[in-house]
T-cell receptor, first 115, second 113 residues
Framework: AQSVAQPEDQVNVAEGNPLTVKCTYS??????LFWYVQYPNRGLQFLLK??????LVKGSYGFEAEFNKSQTSFHLKKPSALVSDSALYFC?????????????FGTGTKLQVIP | SQTIHQWPATLVQPVGSPLSLECTVE??????LYWYRQAAGRGLQLLFY??????ISSEVPQNLSASRPQDRQFILSSKKLLLSDSGFYLC????????????FGQGTRLTVV
């Protein structure tokens, strides 16, 4: 069975500092990996995804994520945090096998950027 | 461009009343469609998904059902709501293919009283 772990319920970072939101996964084979962001009382918005190739993936709003196969991780990063980045972040994984494969979401990490 | 519409945004319903939440997608064909429930502003629980008209897969047995009467329409229903059905319901779509991301509606906040 596949699973996604976001070990931190909340991450606090000062505005202008780099931020990291952690994600590790467990799935057979090489998965597709995704990050989404959710603002209060809104739906999730897609940020970035890893399919293949370069382990460093760049996405929307200056976010990037690094795929590490040996550590089965896909941490979300940003060099300089903005107050407007404060939101709930979800990591998701989908197996690469043929046919329909279910997406599994992590439990979310609340990012608080302090002015 | 593709858009997803989900309504209503908020809903307060008495216990035992029926429910119908609707979701429609524009600008794409043959999408995969999903209903999720989010409890306490955190984890997402996949309730139903559909890969085509009339094809519904249920992930969690519960008091809810889903239907897909048209290619880009997905409906979440209940005959009799329970208090435990309260939550934030999200509709989403994705293109065929495992490497495609999902696009979410704005959500419906359902409160059963």
């Amino acid at each position: 069975a596949q699973s996604v772990a976001q070990p931190e319920d909340q991450v606090n970072v000062a505005e202008g500092n780099p931020l990291t939101v952690k994600c590790t996964y467990s799935v057979s084979g090489n998965p597709y990996l995704f990050w989404y962001v959710q603002y209060p009382n809104r739906g999730l918005q897609f940020l970035l995804k890893y399919i293949t190739g370069d382990n460093l993936v760049k996405g929307s709003y200056g976010f990037e994520a690094e795929f590490n196969k040996s550590q089965t991780s896909f941490h979300l990063k940003k060099p300089s945090a903005l107050v407007s980045d404060s939101a709930l972040y979800f990591c998701a994984v989908r197996p690469r096998s043929g046919g329909y494969q279910k997406v599994t979401f992590g439990t979310g990490t609340k990012l608080q950027v302090i002015p | 461009s593709q858009t997803i519409h989900q309504w209503p945004a908020t809903l307060v319903q008495p216990v035992g009343s029926p429910l119908s939440l609707e979701c429609t997608v524009e600008g794409t064909s043959n999408p995969n469609l999903y209903w999720y429930r989010q409890a306490a502003g955190r984890g997402l629980q996949l309730l139903f998904y559909s890969v085509g008209i009339g094809q519904i897969s249920s992930e969690v047995p519960q008091n809810l059902s889903a239907s897909r009467p048209q290619d880009r329409q997905f409906i979440l229903s209940s005959k009799k709501l329970l208090l435990s059905d309260s939550g934030f319901y999200l509709c989403a779509w994705s293109s065929r293919g495992g490497n495609t991301e999902a696009f979410f509606g704005q959500g419906t906040r359902l409160t059963v009283v």
